[in-house]
């Protein structure tokens, strides 16, 4: 174990002018809430693709003083004011081609969710932050006034191009020449340079409740759009308390939400089968590898059968029967590579014992760019897999549940990590997988990011697995289910970006990771 060094303040992120950013701050005296809204306004300009002040997240929060905060900045479902006639969805599907395979997209006016992002950052910073906001907001600034565009999201915006040319103003900012800009080219969005420019005097009511917000609601009542102004107007962050896991004489604190809650269970199930049939000596053995399969499709059987509320899942844990399920699981012939919806995280922790754990997301943007602020908003209405009742199944205004899940593990109310992960549902087995080889196995830090991932996809009954397992245990489990042998680690299987506090910090390659360490 590496040795602690005192004021030491450490972020890690999925791309290295969002750490660059939060390092910044910490290095100016701001402390780690100001950092991750700081690298949530940069991420916004530097990681387009995947967030967006008009998209939605989640923040987990831990003061010095252990004070315990979950910000709730996730979208909401639309149409506040409108006639139930009018509450069908006016989205429409495009293909996305990822090379070798497609996959239909909902976007549109009608795909657009009541947005979160940027009102939950201002929260934070309001509530825990003690820099002024114009420093806070400074650096995202000189970002939008001109940027390298990086490798990570030059593939983004080449594969979502067909999002990206459906407006004029998404032709214009990746398109500037006529051609598609490129790694290594400088990506400007001098509209959003001048919104967040005076974000530190408007706090965002232009956006909820000003003229931005009408204009917003004159586009969608012509445009067949369902978000309203009074869905603006009515948008509050939420303020609960972080879903708490014992796991192994540590404690998880992670989202009171169906990804946290699906976390916790996974856990349990590995607690519980411990328990029964003892611990396995080595990570990556047959042993192993066949546990955490049975794991997974025992934590899709659950899920199935509706436990994804915190409440469920303490009812769960205090049951004494045996959660091992044993059968084996023919899988199908059919298999499919989903994209990973675009979501980002960052997690920091500053040298005086605060710590911020934060993931967003804009699904893969919805087309539309709000005049003259150059932010597109979210597709979250036409995500599928948010909507397991249905599209638009649920009454406007209510808070759309979410697989996000920034968390913090804890031992003797010590913060031994602080983590979290893009990749839709892939989020959960990411955190789980890492969580277990360090609590279970020892392993180093640097290893559970790096070490190769499992995801049982219970829909088409089929095990993906990244390259890098012992072949005596690949061919065993290839016994059990069908299996998707990738030729390479993939983005696919999330990106956990990582931080121990005082010690170090991994960016989790998949997904640009990167690590920047303050000593003050």
């Known amino acids: 174990m590496k040795m602690s060094i005192k004021n030491k303040a ?24 100001d950092a991750v809204v700081a690298a949530g306004f940069a991420g916004t300009v530097a990681e387009q693709m995947l967030t ?63 947005p979160g992002t940027l009102k939950g950052l201002l929260h934070i910073h309001e509530r825990l932050g003690r820099m002024p906001l114009q420093e806070v907001v400074e650096p995202a600034v000189q970002l939008a006034k001109g940027h390298e565009l990086n490798k990570v999201q030059a593939y983004f915006i080449k594969i979502l191009r067909p999002i990206l040319e459906v407006s004029a103003t998404g032709r214009t900012l990746y398109e500037p020449h006529g051609q598609l800009i490129q790694q290594g080219e400088t990506l400007v969005n001098p509209e959003l340079a001048d919104f967040l420019q005076q974000l530190p005097k408007d706090k965002g009511r232009d ?9 917003i609601a004159q586009d969608m009542h012509s445009g067949d759009g369902l978000l309203t102004a009074q869905d603006l107007a009515a948008y509050k962050v939420i303020e609960r308390k972080p ?43 047959p042993e192993h590898l066949l546990r955490t399969l049975k794991c997974m499709q025992e934590v899709e059987h659950l899920r199935k059968q509706g436990l994804t509320h915190p409440l469920a899942l303490a009812a769960y844990r205090r049951t004494e029967q045996s959660v091992q399920r044993v059968e084996g699981v023919q899988g199908s012939e059919e298999h499919s590579r989903r994209f990973n919806r675009g979501t980002t995280h960052v997690s920091v922790a500053d040298s005086q014992g605060n710590i911020a754990s934060m993931t967003c ?17 979210n597709n979250m209405m036409g995500e599928d897999d948010l909507h397991p009742d249905g599209f638009h199944a649920a009454s406007p205004g209510q808070r759309v549940g979410s697989m996000m899940s920034p968390s913090a593990l804890l031992h003797k109310d010590t913060v031994k990590l602080v983590l979290g992960s893009g990749g839709s549902k892939r989020i959960r087995t990411a955190l789980s997988q890492v969580l277990t080889q360090l609590v279970d196995y020892k392993r180093d830090i640097t290893e559970a990011v790096l070490a190769p991932r499992m995801y049982w996809d219970g829909d088409a009954e089929i095990l993906h697995i ?27 299987f999330g990106g956990v970006h990582t931080v121990m506090p005082g010690i170090d910090g991994v960016g989790d390659p998949r997904r640009g990771g990167s690590v920047q360490v303050v000593e003050l």
Not at 15 to 26: Q, Y
Not at 207 to 215: E, K, L, N, Q
């Open 361 to 377: 997301s804009n699904g893969e943007g919805g087309g539309y760019f709000v005049p003259g602020t150059g932010i597109m908003l």
């Open 52 to 114: 967006s002040l008009g998209g939605g997240g989640f923040a987990l929060a831990r003061t010095a003083d252990q004070q315990e905060i979950f910000f709730d900045f996730f979208v909401d479902t639309p149409g506040l004011g409108l006639e139930d006639a009018q509450l069908e969805p006016h989205f429409y599907p495009i293909e996305v081609d990822f090379g070798g395979s497609t996959q239909e997209f909902n976007i549109g006016l009608g795909s657009v969710a009541v």
């Open 207 to 215: 956006f909820y409740c000003g003229d931005i917000a009408a204009r």
């Open 243 to 285: 879903l708490r896991v014992p796991y192994h004489g540590h404690t998880l604190l992670t989202a009171p939400d169906i990804g946290g809650t699906l976390i916790g269970l996974s856990l349990s199930l590995q607690e519980r089968a411990m328990r029964f049939a003892g611990p396995i000596q080595e990570w990556g053995s």
């Open 466 to 492: 990244e390259p890098g397992f012992d072949q005596e245990a690949l061919q065993m489990l290839q016994e059990q289910v069908k299996l998707n042998l990738w030729k390479k680690p993939d983005l696919y």
């Open 10 to 33: 450490i972020v890690a992120s999925g791309h290295e002018a969002v750490s660059g950013v939060a390092a910044l701050i910490l290095e100016a005296g701001g402390n780690a809430f």
